[in-house]
């Protein structure tokens, strides 16, 4: 696992990464009512739970970590310039207006042994298992009785 932590650093990287809380409404001005109640102190958990059309922004829950690259590119831009605990929208998506709020940012750093290990260890395990077949294909083409019919 060392060994390839050594030689494979520079690919045990990760991007940026935000925790997001997604309100989801059907047209443009309920979520611009969302954004001035949130403006006027309004508790987003409660907005949450009154007013969003799906489970993905259950209070007390988030879409867990994920790469900013990832994300689609309208939520990408309106997520780039958000701090933590900053809420932005709305962004269209689909016939969805969203609001954002980023609850965590993590910036792009280099993966700890400690944190590349499971990663290092499916790398390593699907080797394996392409050189354990590939020498029992040899083995089985070297036994295998092959003849050319006219």
Do not use: C, N
């Amino acid at each position: 696992m060392q060994a390839y932590y050594e030689a494979y650093k520079d690919d045990l990287k990760t991007d940026d990464e935000v925790r997001l809380r997604i309100v989801a409404v059907q047209d443009k001005a309920a979520a611009e009512e969302l954004v001035a109640a949130l403006q006027h102190g309004e508790d987003f958990d409660r907005l949450v739970r009154e007013r969003s059309l799906e489970d993905r922004a259950a209070p007390g829950e988030g879409l867990g970590w994920m790469s900013a690259q990832t994300l689609p590119p309208e939520l990408r831009e309106a997520v780039s310039t958000l701090k933590a605990g900053e809420t932005g929208g709305p962004v269209q998506s689909g016939t969805e207006f969203l609001l954002v709020r980023v609850e965590e940012r993590r910036a792009a750093h280099m993966m700890s042994l400690a944190e590349a290990q499971p990663q290092i260890k499916r790398r390593l395990l699907a080797e394996k298992q392409r050189k354990v077949i590939q020498d029992w294909l040899s083995e089985q083409e070297k036994q295998a009785k092959i003849e050319v019919l006219p």
